[in-house]
Antibody, heavy 118, light 110 residues
Framework: QVQLVESGGGVVQPGGSLRLSCAAS????????MHWVRQAPGKGLQWVAF????????YYADSLKGRFTISRDNSKNTLYLQMDSLRPEDTAVYYC???????????WGQGTLVTVSS | QTVVTQEPSFSVSPGGTVTLTCGLS?????????PSWYQQTPGQAPRTLIY???ARSSGVPDRFSGSILGNKAALTITGAQADDESDYYC??????????FGGGTKLTVL
């Protein structure tokens, strides 16, 4: 069955960088688009970014463009989110999700917590 | 900037029917926005309920249904159960690869 496992979260100082990973299994990773979504403590869900199956096209939430970079390695069945110039308001649980068509987030990982604090 | 709107909270009696909505701060929601719905309980990852307006995700009971009602997308729960008490989020596809979540509705079953 579809399995998505995020990793790479932790505590980072403001202005720092972090790279999240999402290991995928149970499906042909190279044929599906993938999303990142985040959720700040006690807040709602926020869509972060989407990458096409081949990695050639990427989209970002306007508020995050320029600081976050989504990428993938289809040979490793892994999705990434590079986060730079981190701010306290980036503190959140970050989820990866498999797109199942029409930009629907069909399957979700369990999330990884990123805390931006000095 | 267009905002996706949802009721902040709603309550339903066990066995009752409730309809949650998903609108736009400007304009009407249509099937072209490919509305989808997600359920989340505290401490858990979201679960996909409905996609492409009214298609149920695998394993989702048929008491969950999606539709367009007037100028909004809607999620209807028929025969509400105690374990339906969750947060519910809609997502609208805005075009250009961009998706936007609504603020979520906290559903209480009592």
């Amino acid at each position: 069955q579809v399995q998505l496992v995020e990793s790479g979260g932790g505590v980072v100082q403001p202005g720092g960088s972090l790279r999240l990973s999402c290991a995928a299994s149970g499906f042909t990773f190279s044929t599906y688009g993938m999303h990142w979504v985040r959720q700040a403590p006690g807040k709602g869900l926020q869509w972060v970014a989407f990458i096409h199956y081949d990695g050639n096209t990427k989209y970002y939430a306007d508020s995050l463009k320029g600081r976050f970079t989504i990428s993938r390695d289809n040979s490793k069945n892994t999705l990434y989110l590079q986060m730079d110039s981190l701010r306290p308001e980036d503190t959140a649980v970050y989820y990866c999700a498999k797109d199942v068509g029409t930009y629907t987030l069909g399957y979700w990982g369990q999330g990884t917590l990123v805390t931006v604090s000095s | 900037q267009t905002v996706v709107t949802q009721e902040p909270s709603f309550s339903v009696s066990p066995g009752g029917t409730v309809t949650l909505t998903c609108g736009l701060s400007s304009g009407s929601v249509s099937t072209s926005y490919y509305p989808s719905w997600y359920q989340q309980t505290p401490g858990q990852a979201p679960r996909t309920l409905i996609y492409n307006t009214n298609a149920r995700s695998s394993g989702v009971p048929d008491r969950f249904s999606g539709s367009i009602l007037g100028n909004k997308a809607a999620l209807t729960i028929t025969g509400a159960q105690a374990d339906d008490e969750s947060d519910y989020y809609c997502v609208l596809y805005m075009g250009g690869g961009i998706s936007v979540f609504g603020g979520g509705t906290k559903l209480t079953v009592l």
